[in-house]
């Protein structure tokens, strides 16, 4: 069974602009971390955003944020003003007991910031 | 500079010809892992390991192997590769196996099979 699901493959968003990048997960577990990487073109994994399944507040690392909606079991990334080098691929992530810690990979959404 | 290191970063081999891909990080970190990224598919796991000397198959363990001596390394060997197992592959490591610990990703090995 798919355990995170990214629906939109490609978004496109203006520069300056916010864009939310919709990650739902499944689990059983109680205690779970999600999390969000980009990947740019060249290739690398860059962390950028981390929720506990216990932390109360919306995690934030600068212009990203992390809408979680735990009852709907939805883990959301929003990026404030986007800007051109934001352009990359976004995968959401998830750690749990049940899959031994390894990361659970979506399959990715392909974000374009265009001028 | 906390890192993880792969080596090669960019392979093209022939069909069963032996291969390592080395894995190192410096940060001291007790789990360690590998996965493959294909396109249409995402990442993958391939092997992880807790520590030192324990190690365990991810969800497409076939046609690889991995060992654990020393904390810092995790290489991976490819015995007889296949063109199948063209892909990139990407070595991790974190903290402990579980909480609040993002994985390091190394910058990727590109690998070709012919």
């Known amino acids: 069974a798919q355990k995170i699901t990214q629906t939109q493959p490609g978004m496109f968003v203006q520069e300056k602009e916010a864009v939310t990048l919709d990650c739902t997960y499944d689990?059983?577990?109680?205690?779970?971390?999600l999390f969000w990487y980009k990947q740019p073109s060249s290739g690398e994994m860059i962390f950028l955003i981390y929720?506990?399944?216990?932390?109360?507040q919306n995690a934030t690392e600068g212009r990203y944020s992390l809408n979680f909606q735990k009852a709907r079991k939805s883990a959301n990334l929003v990026i404030s003003a986007s800007q051109l080098g934001d352009s990359a691929m976004y995968f959401c992530?998830?750690?749990?007991?049940?899959?031994?810690?390894?990361?659970?990979f979506g399959k990715g959404t392909l974000l374009t910031v265009n001028p | 500079e906390a890192q993880v290191t792969q080596n090669p970063r960019y392979l093209i081999t022939v069909t069963g010809k032996k291969l390592t891909v080395t894995c190192s990080q410096n940060?001291?970190?007790?789990?360690m892992s590998w996965y493959r990224q294909d396109p249409g598919l995402g990442l993958r796991q391939i092997y992880y390991?807790?520590?030192?000397?324990?190690?365990d198959k991810g969800d497409v363990p076939e046609g690889y192997k991995v060992s654990r001596k020393e904390k810092r390394n995790f290489p991976l060997i490819l015995e007889s590769p296949s063109p199948n197992q063209t892909s990139l592959y990407f070595c991790?490591?974190?903290?402990?196996?579980?909480?609040?610990?993002?994985?390091?990703f190394g910058p990727g090995t590109r690998l070709t099979v012919t």
């Open positions: 689990t059983s577990d109680q205690s779970y971390g």
């Open positions: 991790a490591s974190s903290w402990a196996s579980g909480g609040p610990y993002e994985q390091y």
């Open positions: 929720q506990g399944s216990y932390d109360e």
């Open positions: 940060m001291n970190h007790e789990y």
């Open positions: 390991s807790m520590n030192v000397e324990v190690t």
């Open positions: 992530a998830m750690r749990d007991p049940a899959s031994n810690y390894k990361l659970t």
